[in-house]
C-alpha cells in the first residue's frame, strides 16, 4: 500500500505564490514518477508538473513557466513552486504517484488552491 500527504495550497491573490508539498511513504519503488495534477469544476483533471525521481520533468503547457516541480534527496517528497498566480489556476490540486514496477496510479486527498482576481 502506498499513502501521500500533501501540504500547501489556500487562497492567494492574482499574481502570488503559493507552495505545495507532497511526501509519500509505503511500499514504493525507487522507479517511479510523481507529479502534481490538477481538476477545476467541470473541468477534466489536467497535468500540472511531473518528476521522474533522478529524471526529467515536465510541465503542462498552461504553466508558462511560472511553477517548478522538485524532490528532496530521498527522492520521496516533491515540492511544487507557484508563482505568478492567475485566478484560472484555481482547482484541487492533488498528489500522484506511480511505479514503473506496479504501473498503477496513487492520489493524493486533494488541496485545494483559490487565486482570487
Known amino acids: 500500500q502506498v499513502q501521500l500527504v500533501e501540504s500547501g495550497g489556500g487562497l492567494v491573490q492574482a499574481g502570488g505564490s503559493l507552495s505545495l508539498s507532497c511526501t509519500v511513504s509505503?511500499?514504493?519503488?525507487?522507479?517511479?514518477?510523481m507529479g502534481w495534477y490538477r481538476q477545476a469544476p467541470g473541468k477534466q483533471r489536467e497535468l500540472v508538473a511531473n518528476?521522474?525521481?533522478?529524471?526529467?520533468?515536465t510541465y503542462g503547457d498552461f504553466v508558462e513557466g511560472r511553477f517548478t516541480i522538485s524532490r528532496d534527496g530521498a527522492g520521496t517528497t516533491i515540492y511544487l513552486q507557484m508563482n505568478s498566480l492567475r485566478p484560472e489556476d484555481t482547482a484541487v490540486y492533488y498528489c500522484?504517484?506511480?511505479?514503473?514496477?506496479?504501473?498503477?496510479?496513487?492520489w493524493g486527498q486533494g488541496t485545494a488552491v483559490t487565486v482570487s482576481s
Open positions: 500522484n504517484y506511480r511505479s514503473y514496477v506496479e504501473n498503477v496510479d496513487y
Open positions: 518528476s521522474f525521481n533522478r529524471g526529467p520533468t
Open positions: 509505503g511500499n514504493t519503488f525507487s522507479r517511479n514518477v
